[in-house]
T-cell receptor, first 117, second 109 residues
Framework: EADIYQTPRYLVIGTGKKITLECSQT?????MYWYQQDPGMELHLIHY???????EKGDLSSESTVSRIRTEHFPLTLESARPSHTSQYLC????????????????FGAGSRLTVL | LAKTTQPISMDSYEGQEVNITCSHN???????ITWYQQFPSQGPRFIIQ???TKVTNEVASLFIPADRKSSTLSLPRVSLSDTAVYYC??????????FGKGTRLHILP
């Protein structure tokens, strides 16, 4: 059973539209992440959060923005979608520990595949 | 974040044991070694984590030598459904959990 939920699973939208990809987790995890991945390519970290009211940029520059108003919810928004934003977006969460047992153990959602025409 | 090096791709046959080795020469004292599996169009899935010696679960075994500068993920008696990309992660970089290119494992009938 999924403990981290992403909606929509698939979205096809026109250029210039505003979109929000939803991500919710029921595990009480402090840390949440957004990764972007094109087919057959590497995962790139675009945003992460330590907890409520915390958001950080990842390794790959992204025009998207995120917010973390509630522990369980970490939505990603594109104000004006472009064809270059076409990709799969994967949300993940983990416990807060940075070292020791459980560090780097992420639970991923099923992903949101975005196509911008 | 310890830099990791894995083979880009591997082929094997059904029923064989597959070993994927990851090098991480600058692993830090506190770092654990974590492996993930990713199928096409899905998010990565945690497989196994270890600190030293050997760890085994229902999916795989992880062998870590005493110097911890490498680790080997062992998949016993693979099937076609084990075809996936396997990632080795060690530590974080400024709290960022970064996935490398991984190893693309292709199981042949």
């Amino acid at each position: 059973e999924a403990d981290i939920y992403q909606t929509p699973r698939y979205l096809v939208i026109g250029t210039g539209k505003k979109i929000t990809l939803e991500c919710s987790q029921t595990m009480g995890h402090d840390k949440m992440y957004w990764y972007q991945q094109d087919p057959g390519m590497e995962l790139h970290l675009i945003h992460y959060s330590y907890g409520v009211n915390s958001t950080e940029k990842g390794d790959l520059s992204s025009e998207s923005t995120v917010s973390r108003i509630r522990t369980e919810h970490f939505p990603l928004t594109l104000e004006s979608a472009r064809p270059s934003h076409t990709s799969q977006y994967l949300c993940a969460s983990s416990k807060r520990s940075l070292t020791g047992v459980g560090a780097n153990v992420l639970t991923f959602g099923a992903g949101s595949r975005l196509t911008v025409l | 974040l310890a830099k990791t090096t894995q083979p880009i791709s591997m082929d094997s046959y059904e029923g064989q044991e597959v070993n994927i080795t990851c090098s991480h020469n600058n692993i830090a004292t506190n770092d654990y070694i974590t492996w993930y599996q990713q199928f096409p169009s899905q998010g990565p899935r945690f497989i196994i984590q270890g600190y030293k010696t050997k760890v085994t679960n229902e999916v795989a075994s992880l062998f870590i030598p005493a110097d911890r500068k490498s680790s080997t993920l062992s998949l016993p008696r693979v099937s076609l459904s084990d075809t996936a990309v396997y990632y080795c992660l060690v530590g974080t970089r400024d709290d960022k959990i970064i996935f490398g290119k991984g190893t693309r494992l292709h199981i042949l009938p």
